[in-house]
C-alpha cells in the first residue's frame, strides 16, 4: 500500500508545486543563482545545484553568510524564549530566572541568543571591513553597502532594544544612562527620549515598547532588508578581484557558468554547500561554546530607587562606548561615532574606479582607525567594570526654601565642631 | 535677601497705603510679617536688626513682641522714656533664668502649647543648674545658650540648636573648650569619641532621630553623668533585651555590688561600639585571670559567635551565587534571615553568660546556613556538569569539519 503510495504521492508534488517554491530554499542559502520557473521542481532544483560560482570566491566571502546564520539562530532561540518570557514589570525578572534555571535548555537558549546578539554585530563589522577595503561598495553595488548600514541599524536596534527585558538592575540603569544621553542631544533629543520610554523614567510602559519593537517592528524590518540585501547581492553580483578592472562590464555576474562559464569557477554543489557547511558548523559550535563557558549572571531585579554598586555590560556596543568615554573621554566616543557617520556617507562621495588599497590611502587609513578601534574597544569594555554616576542629581534643597535656611547661621556639623571663642562662650549677644 | 526686600516693600506699602484707608486686611500677608510692619512700635526704631531673627522664632508665631520680655515702653519713640518702667534691657544669666522660668515653670500657660512646665526644677537638679543658681558661675549655661535668645526654635525644627543632629554641637560649644572645663575637671573628647561612636553614626550618618545624642543619656534640663548603679538602667531604655539578659547573669550581681560598673565594664560611654565577635575573649581578660574558669568560658563565647558570623558570611556568599545564577532564591533568602535573627538573638543572649543557649542559637544559626550552602553546592555542582554538553558539541562539530575538509580536497585534487 505504502509502497504504491509514497511514489504517487511524490509525482503530485512534483508535476504540480511551482519551482518558484525553491526560492524559500535559496532564501536560506541552500541554492544559489537564478531558478528555472519553466522547469519542473525537481528539474529545476538539479539545474541549480549545476550553477559555478566565480573562481575569485574565498573564506573571506562567508562572513556575510556567518551573519545570516546567526541571524537565522537569533530568530530561532528567540522565538523559544518568546514562549516563556513575560514583558511586564512583575513578571519580566521572575520569567528569566524560570527560563534559566527550571526551563530545559533554557540557560542554554538564552546565554545562546545573548551571545548570537553579540557575535553579530562583530561579525556584521567584520563583513563591512572586508566590503570595505576590497572597495565592493563602489558603484554600482553602492545601494547594497547603504542597505547594509540599515542592517546594522536594524542589529544596533535590536540589541539596544532587548538589553532592557532581562529587567534586572544591569538592564535598567544601563537604559536609562542611554537614554539620558539621547535626551542630551540637541534640538529633538528630549523629545526623542520621551517617546522612546514612554514615561517619565524607564518603566513598565517602556519595557512593553521595547519588547514590541524587539519582537514585532524589527523582525520585519529585516525581513524586508534582508530580502532586498540578497536580491541586490544577485543583481549587481559579486564584486570582481581586486586586480581586475570593473570599469568595462557593467556588472559581474555570479550565479552564472550556465552558457557563460561553463567550466570556470567552482561548483555550487557540493564543493561550495561543503564549505558553506564547514563554516556554518564552526560557527555554531563557537556560539554554543561561548553560551556554554560564559552565561550571563542574573542581576538583581531592577529597582529604580536604587542604583546598582556596578553595571556589567553584556553586550558589545555598549563595551565599546564604555572604553571610549573611559579611555577618551566622551568626546573620544563622539569623533568615533563621527567617524562610523563618515564611512556610512563614504560611498556618496567616493564614486571613482580605483578599488586598489594603495589608490585611496585616505579612505583606507579612516577604515583601519575605525575597525580596528572597534574591535580594541571591544575588548577593553569587556574588563571595565562601571559604576553608575554618582553625579546623578539628588533631590535636594532648592529655590527660596534654601534661601530661608541659609538665613540662620546653623552650628556647623562638619569635620570639627566650632570651637567657641573664650570672649563669647558665656553670652551670645 | 527676599524676605529683606519682602519686609521693606511691606513697610512702603504700609506707609503709603495707610492714610487711603487700604488696610491689609484685604491682601494675604503672613501675620508675623504684617505686625512687624506696624510702624507704632518704638522698639523697631533702634533695634531693626534684632526683628528678623526674633520674627523666624516660635515667640514671634504665637504673637509675643519685645515688650513681653524686656518691658520698657514701645509706644515710645525716644529712647529715655522707652526704656523706662519695668525695663530689662539686657538680662544676665540669672534674669534669663527667671525671666523664662516666669513663663515656662507655670503649668496653666504651658498646657495650651503641650509643653511641660517642668524644665526650671529638672534645671535646679542638674550641675549646670546648680553652678549658675547657686554659686552664680559665669560659665554655666543659662536657657539662651542652648536655645538662642531671639531665633528660639521648637525642638522639631531642624533649624533649631536643640533638633537631635545639632545636640552634640551644642553642647560641645563648651565641653570641646579645654581652658573652660579645666577648672572643672571635665575632658573634652566626648564630641570626638561620640561621632565615631555606634550611636554618633547612626545619628550623623544615617539620619536615625532615635539614636540617642548627648540629651539622650544625660538629661537635657536636668543634665548630669548617670551613676555607676544607673548605668544599666539608662542603656536599658533602648537595649530592652540586652538588658533582660545582663540581669539574668552573673555581671548584673557583681554591678549591684559595686564591683563592675554595669555596661561600662565592657563597653564604653561617649565612645559605645558593639565588641567584635574576635575582641570577646581578650576583653575578659581585662579582669579575669589568664587561667580561670571564667576566662576560658569568654573563649568559648567568641568560638561560638565567631563561627556563626563565618557561617552566615558563607551562607551569604551561596545565596549570591545561586542568585547570580538565576535561580530563584527566597526560600534561601528567608531561611537565611532565620539564621541572621538567631545571630543577633545570640549577641543579645551572651550578656547573660548562659552558655546552653548560646549552644542552641549557634546551632540553630549552623543548621539554617548550612542548608542554604547545601542547596548552592547542588546547584554549582549541577551548572559544572551543563558544561559537559560541550564535549558531543565539539565531537559532532570536528566530525562535520573533518568530512567537509577530507570531501573538498578530493573533489578539488
Known amino acids: 500500500m505504502i509502497k504504491k503510495w509514497l511514489p504517487q504521492f511524490w509525482e503530485d508534488l512534483r508535476t504540480s508545486a511551482d519551482a518558484g517554491l525553491l526560492g524559500v530554499a535559496r532564501f536560506v542559502g541552500l541554492l544559489y543563482g537564478p531558478i528555472d520557473r519553466n522547469l519542473r521542481i525537481d528539474e529545476a532544483w538539479r539545474k541549480a545545484l549545476r550553477y559555478r560560482l566565480a573562481e575569485h570566491v574565498g573564506w573571506r566571502h562567508a562572513l556575510g553568510g556567518i551573519t545570516y546564520l546567526l541571524l537565522m539562530v537569533l530568530v530561532v532561540t528567540g522565538v523559544l524564549l518568546a514562549f516563556y518570557y513575560r514583558p511586564s514589570v512583575d513578571e519580566a525578572y521572575p520569567s528569566i530566572q524560570h527560563i534559566v534555571s527550571e526551563v530545559s535548555f533554557g540557560w542554554l537558549i538564552r546565554d545562546l541568543h545573548l551571545w548570537c546578539a553579540n557575535l553579530i554585530v562583530i561579525v556584521a563589522l567584520a563583513h ?14 553602492e545601494m547594497n553597502w547603504i542597505v547594509g548600514l540599515a542592517l546594522l541599524g ?8 532587548g538589553y532592557l527585558l532581562p529587567w534586572d538592575q544591569w ?19 528630549g523629545l526623542l527620549a520621551d517617546a522612546i520610554k514612554g514615561d517619565v523614567i524607564a518603566s513598565g510602559a517602556t519595557l512593553s515598547r521595547f519588547f514590541a519593537l524587539h519582537v514585532i517592528v524589527l523582525p520585519w524590518i529585516t525581513l524586508a532588508l534582508v530580502s532586498y540585501h540578497f536580491t541586490l547581492i544577485r543583481r549587481r553580483g ?37 564549505r558553506s557547511f564547514g563554516v556554518a558548523v564552526l560557527t555554531l559550535a563557537v556560539a554554543l561554546t561561548l553560551a556554554v563557558l560564559f552565561p550571563r549572571p542574573v542581576g538583581e531585579p531592577a529597582n529604580p530607587y ?28 563622539a569623533l568615533f561615532s563621527l567617524l562610523g557617520v563618515g564611512l556610512i556617507l563614504l560611498p556618496v562621495f567616493d564614486r571613482r574606479p580605483e578599488r586598489g588599497l594603495r589608490q585611496r590611502p585616505v579612505a583606507v587609513a ?38 530661608q535656611l541659609q538665613e540662620l547661621p546653623l552650628p556647623d556639623l562638619g569635620p570639627t565642631p566650632p570651637v567657641p571663642n573664650p570672649e563669647d562662650s558665656g553670652r551670645r549677644r | 535677601m527676599k524676605m529683606c526686600t519682602v519686609v521693606t516693600g511691606v513697610v512702603v506699602w504700609a506707609v503709603v497705603g495707610w492714610p487711603q484707608g487700604i488696610v491689609a486686611e484685604s491682601v494675604w500677608m503672613p501675620s508675623v510679617q504684617q505686625q512687624f510692619s506696624d510702624t507704632t512700635y518704638g522698639c523697631l526704631i533702634c533695634h531693626a536688626e534684632k526683628r528678623r531673627t526674633f520674627t523666624m522664632g516660635i515667640h514671634a508665631e504665637h504673637g509675643m513682641r519685645c515688650h513681653d520680655c524686656h518691658g520698657g515702653d514701645p509706644s515710645s519713640f525716644e529712647r529715655g522714656p522707652a526704656h523706662s518702667g519695668r525695663f530689662l534691657g539686657d538680662p544676665d544669666k540669672l534674669e534669663t533664668v527667671q525671666l523664662c522660668s516666669s513663663c515656662h515653670a507655670d503649668a496653666n500657660q504651658m498646657r495650651q502649647y503641650g509643653l511641660p512646665a517642668g524644665q526650671l526644677a529638672e534645671f535646679r537638679t542638674s550641675r549646670h543648674g546648680r553652678l549658675l543658681l547657686e554659686r552664680g558661675d559665669q560659665n554655666a549655661p543659662t536657657c539662651t545658650d542652648c536655645h538662642d535668645a531671639h531665633t528660639i526654635l521648637p525642638r522639631e525644627d531642624a533649624r533649631s540648636n536643640v533638633y537631635p543632629t545639632s545636640i552634640p554641637a551644642t553642647c560641645a560649644k563648651c565641653h570641646d573648650d579645654a581652658a573652660m572645663m579645666e577648672e572643672y575637671g571635665i575632658a573634652v573628647d566626648q564630641f570626638r569619641q561620640y561621632r565615631e561612636s555606634a550611636h554618633g553614626k547612626a545619628v550623623f550618618e544615617r539620619a536615625n532621630l532615635a539614636a540617642p545624642t548627648c540629651t539622650g543619656c544625660h538629661g537635657s534640663h536636668a543634665a548630669l553623668p548617670p551613676g555607676v548603679s544607673e548605668i544599666v538602667n539608662v542603656c536599658e531604655r533602648c537595649h530592652v533585651l540586652v538588658g533582660r539578659a545582663f540581669r539574668q547573669g552573673p555581671h548584673d550581681r557583681a554591678t549591684r555590688d559595686g564591683a563592675l560598673p554595669g555596661c561600662m565594664g565592657c563597653h564604653s560611654n561617649h565612645g559605645t561600639e558593639g565588641v567584635p565577635p574576635e575582641g570577646i575573649a581578650s576583653l575578659c581578660a581585662n579582669c579575669h585571670a589568664p587561667d580561670s574558669r571564667a576566662r576560658l568560658v569568654g573563649v568559648e563565647f567568641e568560638e561560638q559567635i565567631v563561627r556563626a558570623r563565618q557561617d552566615l558570611a558563607a551562607a551569604e556568599y551561596a545565596l549570591e551565587e545561586m542568585a547570580q545564577a538565576g535561580r530563584q532564591v527566597s526560600d534561601e533568602r528567608f531561611r537565611y534571615r532565620t539564621a541572621l535573627t538567631s545571630y543577633r538573638e545570640m549577641g543579645q543572649v551572651h550578656h547573660s553568660l548562659d552558655m546552653g543557649r548560646l549552644e542552641d542559637l549557634g546551632r540553630q544559626v549552623r543548621s539554617d546556613t548550612e542548608l542554604i550552602r547545601a542547596t548552592a553546592e547542588a546547584e554549582a555542582e549541577g551548572r559544572w556538569e551543563r558544561k559537559l554538553i560541550l564535549l558531543p558539541i565539539w565531537f559532532l562539530a570536528l566530525s562535520g569539519i573533518v568530512f567537509a575538509w577530507f570531501r573538498l580536497r578530493e573533489l578539488e585534487r
Open chain 1, 154 to 161: 536594524v542589529a544596533l536596534a535590536f540589541g539596544a532594544t
Open chain 1, 238 to 274: 559579486l564584486a570582481p578581484p581586486m586586480t581586475v578592472d570593473d570599469g568595462g562590464r557593467k556588472w559581474w555576474l555570479s550565479g552564472v557558468g550556465v552558457g557563460e562559464q561553463p567550466h570556470g569557477g567552482r561548483p555550487f554543489f557540493p564543493n561550495h554547500l561543503l
Open chain 1, 306 to 333: 536604587v542604583l546598582p554598586n556596578e553595571l556589567v555590560s553584556t553586550w558589545a556596543p555598549v563595551d565599546v562606548s564604555l572604553a571610549l568615554i573611559r579611555f577618551t573621554g566622551i568626546w573620544g566616543l
Open chain 1, 128 to 141: 563591512m571591513a572586508r566590503v570595505f577595503f576590497e572597495a565592493a561598495y563602489k558603484p554600482p553595488r
Open chain 1, 366 to 403: 579612516l577604515g583601519t582607525v575605525f575597525f580596528v578601534g572597534f574591535l580594541a574597544a571591544w575588548l577593553a569594555g569587556r574588563q571595565i567594570r562601571s559604576v553608575p554616576p554618582s553625579e546623578r542629581p539628588q533631590p535636594e534643597v532648592v529655590g527660596e526654601q534654601a534661601e
Open chain 1, 171 to 189: 538592564a535598567y540603569w544601563t537604559v536609562t544612562e542611554v537614554l539620558d544621553a539621547v535626551a542630551l542631544i540637541p534640538l529633538f533629543g
